[in-house]
């Protein structure tokens, strides 16, 4: 029972091969059956979900489904791990092989999944405070999770969410679920050749059960009965699990079986924030075209004592003149090509974050064509992983050339911090919240071998295309600033109003973080309510949207921070687009407040690291955004000039 090691070894080695299996779309290796055929049903971990009752996730932990608490039956000899991918193993899956004997096309009625189980008191204290907690249980027959059926009546469809629960909580008394009603949806192909479509548990409390067969037979009576099954915390319970089995035939066809899963939630408000933030982004546009398209040609026409007239006639006499009163930008270019302080920090962010940034854009591309179908499980974690890994080249050549126009000399420090400062606070943040996971004895630990996996990945491919991308900047000529530099630095005016570092980031940062909101709280709810998130063509559009809106909103700022004689625009440019990280951190805290609620302080802690951690990336991410739109900005506008 050594859990992964051949896949996330196998993860390690082929590559390749992994890519070529996480890239296999959805429908294309059915598995055929013939009637009477062992149907293998596999169980995953239990995790914490909502209920009915309480529309709050209460955990963050999840559980082995073999955790010694639950009791639940093992096969004969012993449960075994099914190797996963690395995606889906660091996402906390973890299946093993279970003891119950589906038939294909055959019915059975009350079957005892094995002998009577003995439940002491402090395991069934463990069990009723999971009842209490929501939790669910997690299977997967044929590769298709055990779902319970929804009804939307906003688009008058029924669909399946994976899982069901553990128990209920009825007049405050949590019941055990103790049988299982299966009910699989299988679609003939051939003549005597079938394939499984659709599955469906309906678990209930049945008091009473006891097996009657020996042997072999396996037989039960006592699944009908009305009677809960409820745990006494204070003396031993016996417990037998049940089940039925009905085969209902289906016409749905293999290819299209993960539909009903794939169920795309309040699409009406997916529309209106993307119409919203389209709107928004349009007003941008229009306010950036003014202020580049007049206002910008304008400065420099009069600034460069060209003709003005022939510009005039142009843009139709119409430029305000409080604009131009502003255009103080000018003044400042013999000092807007100085580089900033810290430079070598500034520019390993910028590395990272466009490597952040790739990463991003390429997954969700990849979603969006369907290559990252829920139906393989973790592929989107590995794709992640990977891409990841193979973009440390574009994040090296990027903080490189970002250094070089710095004019920096600490190339040594460069190479080293650009492939390991943000996997080193990533992982070390990563594993110190992974210990606490482990201490309470959760099943979501990732397990010391993969961890290695990963170490191993970052070390042996990450670091060295990194390196060698910063080579490649390294090499690169060094790219002449439009206007020269003056040797004295010019004073810098102080700064009033939204101008100030502070009230600029917050101004800044709103507006992306609009764009992507929407799309955020369903992310938040697959990443700790265990849904499944489906909506890669929404967060597409999203993600484009969140560019344009962090490019523009920067860019505007810069100019205004410009116009106010201020030349220290490199850092103002990362730290105000960035700026929409604090919202999404803040949004997370909301989410807690609102959806979550945690009986431990290490469930807090685990949330909060881990919102943390997400929205410092997306703080390199997006500040890289907006550092690139400043700079290719700041080179146009200047570059524009004919100074001397
Ligand atoms: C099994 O049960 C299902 C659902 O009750 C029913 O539709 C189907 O006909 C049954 N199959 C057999 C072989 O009896």
Same mark, same amino acid.
């Given at each position: 029972m050594r859990p992964h090691d051949s896949s996330a070894s196998l993860a390690l080695v082929l590559l390749s091969s992994k890519l070529a299996h996480a890239f296999y779309l959805p429908g294309i290796t059915p598995t055929n059956y013939r009637v009477g055929d062992l149907v293998p049903l596999n169980v995953n971990h239990l995790t914490p979900s909502q209920s009915d009752r309480d529309?709050?996730?209460? !955990? /963050?932990f999840s559980f082995d489904y073999? %955790? $010694?608490? *639950? %009791?639940f039956c093992p096969p004969e000899d012993g449960p075994e791990y099914l190797s996963e991918s690395l995606g889906s193993i660091l996402f906390g899956d973890r299946i093993q092989t279970s003891p119950f004997q589906l038939h294909l096309g055959k019915n059975e009625t #009350?079957?005892? /999944? #094995?002998d009577e189980q003995v439940m002491e008191s402090r395991d069934a204290k463990f069990v009723n405070k999971r009842i209490w907690q929501n939790y669910n249980l997690n299977w997967l027959i044929d590769g298709l999770p055990a779902g319970q059926a929804y009804y939307d009546p906003a688009t008058e469809t029924e669909y399946y969410q994976p899982g069901f629960a553990l128990g209920e909580v009825v007049d405050e008394t949590p019941h055990l679920h103790n049988h299982y009603d299966i009910l699989i949806d299988y679609h003939q192909v051939r003549a005597d050749q079938y394939r499984v479509v659709g599955i469906l548990v309906e678990p209930q409390s049945a008091g009473g059960t006891r097996r009657i067969g020996s042997g072999d037979d396996f037989s039960a009576e006592g #699944? !009908?009965?009305?009677q809960p099954v409820v745990l006494s915390e204070k003396s031993n319970n016996k417990v037998t699990y049940t089940y039925s089995v009905y085969w209902r035939p289906s016409s749905t066809s293999f290819a299209t079986r993960w539909d009903k899963y794939l169920h795309v939630y309040d699409a009406k408000i997916h529309w209106f924030s993307l119409i919203n933030s389209a709107v928004i982004v349009m007003f941008l546009i229009g306010m950036v075209g003014t202020v580049l398209g007049r206002t910008l040609r304008k400065d420099i026409a009069r600034y460069n004592r060209l003709d003005q007239l022939g510009l005039d006639d142009l843009n139709g006499n119409? /430029?305000?003149d409080g604009i131009q009163e502003d255009s103080? @930008?000018? =003044?400042?270019h013999g000092d807007v090509f100085r580089p900033p302080k810290n430079p070598l920090l500034l520019a390993v962010l910028v590395g990272n974050g466009t490597q952040l940034f790739m990463m991003a854009g390429f997954t969700i591309a990849f979603a969006v064509v369907g *290559? =990252?179908? $829920? !139906? +393989?499980?973790g592929s989107l974690a590995t794709v992640m992983i990977l891409l990841y890994t193979v973009f440390g080249f574009v994040g090296g050549y990027a903080s490189a050339r970002v250094y070089k126009s710095f004019r920096g000399d600490k190339w040594k420090q460069l190479f080293i911090y650009t492939p390991s400062a943000l996997p080193a606070l990533v992982f070390g943040t990563f594993f110190l919240l992974n210990l606490l996971v482990w201490a309470r004895q959760s099943s979501g630990a990732v397990p010391f071998t993969t961890m290695l996996v990963i170490v191993g990945i970052w070390f042996v491919i990450s670091v060295p295309l990194s390196i060698l991308g910063s080579w490649f900047g390294f090499r690169q000529p060094q790219a002449e600033p439009p206007v020269r530099t003056n040797q004295i630095p010019r004073q810098i005016p102080p700064s009033s109003g939204y101008l100030r570092p502070f009230p600029s980031m917050m101004l800044v940062g709103i507006l992306p973080f609009g764009a992507i909101f929407v799309e955020l709280y369903f992310i938040m709810s697959s990443l700790w309510s265990s849904r499944i998130y489906y909506m890669f063509g929404f967060l597409f559009l999203c993600y484009g949207l969140m560019i344009v809106t962090s490019a523009a909103c920067a860019i505007l700022m810069i100019y205004f921070v410009l116009c106010a004689? +201020?030349? %220290? @625009?490199q850092w103002r440019a990362f730290g105000s687009s960035g700026a929409s990280a604090g919202y999404v951190f803040a949004y997370s805290l909301l989410y807690w407040a609102r959806m979550l609620s945690f009986s431990s302080w290490t469930g807090g802690m685990l949330y909060l690291g881990y919102s943390a951690l997400l929205s410092f990336m997306w703080f390199v991410m997006s500040g890289t955004i907006g550092f690139v739109a400043c700079w290719v900005f700041v080179h146009r506008i200047y570059g524009s000039l004919k100074v001397d």
């Amino acid at each position: 029972m050594r859990p992964h090691d051949s896949s996330a070894s196998l993860a390690l080695v082929l590559l390749s091969s992994k890519l070529a299996h996480a890239f296999y779309l959805p429908g294309i290796t059915p598995t055929n059956y013939r009637v009477g055929d062992l149907v293998p049903l596999n169980v995953n971990h239990l995790t914490p979900s909502q209920s009915d009752r309480d529309t709050q996730t209460r !955990s /963050v932990f999840s559980f082995d489904y073999y %955790h $010694p608490a *639950f %009791h639940f039956c093992p096969p004969e000899d012993g449960p075994e791990y099914l190797s996963e991918s690395l995606g889906s193993i660091l996402f906390g899956d973890r299946i093993q092989t279970s003891p119950f004997q589906l038939h294909l096309g055959k019915n059975e009625t #009350c079957k005892a /999944v #094995c002998d009577e189980q003995v439940m002491e008191s402090r395991d069934a204290k463990f069990v009723n405070k999971r009842i209490w907690q929501n939790y669910n249980l997690n299977w997967l027959i044929d590769g298709l999770p055990a779902g319970q059926a929804y009804y939307d009546p906003a688009t008058e469809t029924e669909y399946y969410q994976p899982g069901f629960a553990l128990g209920e909580v009825v007049d405050e008394t949590p019941h055990l679920h103790n049988h299982y009603d299966i009910l699989i949806d299988y679609h003939q192909v051939r003549a005597d050749q079938y394939r499984v479509v659709g599955i469906l548990v309906e678990p209930q409390s049945a008091g009473g059960t006891r097996r009657i067969g020996s042997g072999d037979d396996f037989s039960a009576e006592g #699944c !009908s009965s009305d009677q809960p099954v409820v745990l006494s915390e204070k003396s031993n319970n016996k417990v037998t699990y049940t089940y039925s089995v009905y085969w209902r035939p289906s016409s749905t066809s293999f290819a299209t079986r993960w539909d009903k899963y794939l169920h795309v939630y309040d699409a009406k408000i997916h529309w209106f924030s993307l119409i919203n933030s389209a709107v928004i982004v349009m007003f941008l546009i229009g306010m950036v075209g003014t202020v580049l398209g007049r206002t910008l040609r304008k400065d420099i026409a009069r600034y460069n004592r060209l003709d003005q007239l022939g510009l005039d006639d142009l843009n139709g006499n119409s /430029v305000e003149d409080g604009i131009q009163e502003d255009s103080g @930008w000018k =003044l400042v270019h013999g000092d807007v090509f100085r580089p900033p302080k810290n430079p070598l920090l500034l520019a390993v962010l910028v590395g990272n974050g466009t490597q952040l940034f790739m990463m991003a854009g390429f997954t969700i591309a990849f979603a969006v064509v369907g *290559f =990252l179908s $829920p !139906s +393989n499980r973790g592929s989107l974690a590995t794709v992640m992983i990977l891409l990841y890994t193979v973009f440390g080249f574009v994040g090296g050549y990027a903080s490189a050339r970002v250094y070089k126009s710095f004019r920096g000399d600490k190339w040594k420090q460069l190479f080293i911090y650009t492939p390991s400062a943000l996997p080193a606070l990533v992982f070390g943040t990563f594993f110190l919240l992974n210990l606490l996971v482990w201490a309470r004895q959760s099943s979501g630990a990732v397990p010391f071998t993969t961890m290695l996996v990963i170490v191993g990945i970052w070390f042996v491919i990450s670091v060295p295309l990194s390196i060698l991308g910063s080579w490649f900047g390294f090499r690169q000529p060094q790219a002449e600033p439009p206007v020269r530099t003056n040797q004295i630095p010019r004073q810098i005016p102080p700064s009033s109003g939204y101008l100030r570092p502070f009230p600029s980031m917050m101004l800044v940062g709103i507006l992306p973080f609009g764009a992507i909101f929407v799309e955020l709280y369903f992310i938040m709810s697959s990443l700790w309510s265990s849904r499944i998130y489906y909506m890669f063509g929404f967060l597409f559009l999203c993600y484009g949207l969140m560019i344009v809106t962090s490019a523009a909103c920067a860019i505007l700022m810069i100019y205004f921070v410009l116009c106010a004689e +201020n030349y %220290h @625009w490199q850092w103002r440019a990362f730290g105000s687009s960035g700026a929409s990280a604090g919202y999404v951190f803040a949004y997370s805290l909301l989410y807690w407040a609102r959806m979550l609620s945690f009986s431990s302080w290490t469930g807090g802690m685990l949330y909060l690291g881990y919102s943390a951690l997400l929205s410092f990336m997306w703080f390199v991410m997006s500040g890289t955004i907006g550092f690139v739109a400043c700079w290719v900005f700041v080179h146009r506008i200047y570059g524009s000039l004919k100074v001397d």
